[in-house]
């Protein structure tokens, strides 16, 4: 694993952080829910002309924009095709892990990669599940090094 608080020279950078994730989608109104409903994320704003929505935390935004044809959608293999492996959302405690991992278990729409575990040698823990549009979603816990 990497360390996200490792120290690099000081330079100047042009590039200032993420400003938003787009994805695209099959089902706008399930993956929607998703978000909104298991990530925290709240409504900013939807466009019905390029059907998309707009979310946010407060800290992440993630722009939703439903395919043109969702019957002829081509799901992602992350083994064999260029673009995003998966986007990892960062939960603030084991326990909120365990409680999602628990109410995934419960919709029929969210496919679990797997289960809570340690990630790499630990003692960050994580586990990955495909929303139902099928983006690959990683949620992670990073505990303090003990």
Do not use: C
Not at 39 to 46: K, M, T, Y
């Amino acid at each position: 694993m990497f360390s996200v608080n490792a120290q690099e020279p000081k330079q100047e950078q042009s590039v200032q952080g993420v400003d938003h994730v787009g994805l695209a989608v099959s089902d706008l109104k399930a993956s929607e829910r998703f978000f909104t409903q298991y990530a925290g994320f709240h409504v900013l704003s939807r466009d019905e002309k390029y059907p998309s929505v707009f979310l946010s935390n407060n800290s992440v935004v993630i722009t939703l924009w439903r395919v043109t044809d969702p019957n002829r959608a081509v799901a992602f293999d992350r083994k064999h095709n260029v673009g995003l492996h998966h986007l990892a959302l960062r939960v603030s405690s084991e326990a909120t892990l365990n409680a999602l991992h628990d109410t995934f278990l419960q919709d029929k729409q969210v496919k679990i990669e797997f289960a809570p575990e340690l990630a790499g040698n630990g003692p960050n823990k994580h586990m990955m599940v495909y929303e139902p549009s099928g983006n690959r979603i990683e949620f992670i816990y990073r505990a303090a090094a003990r």
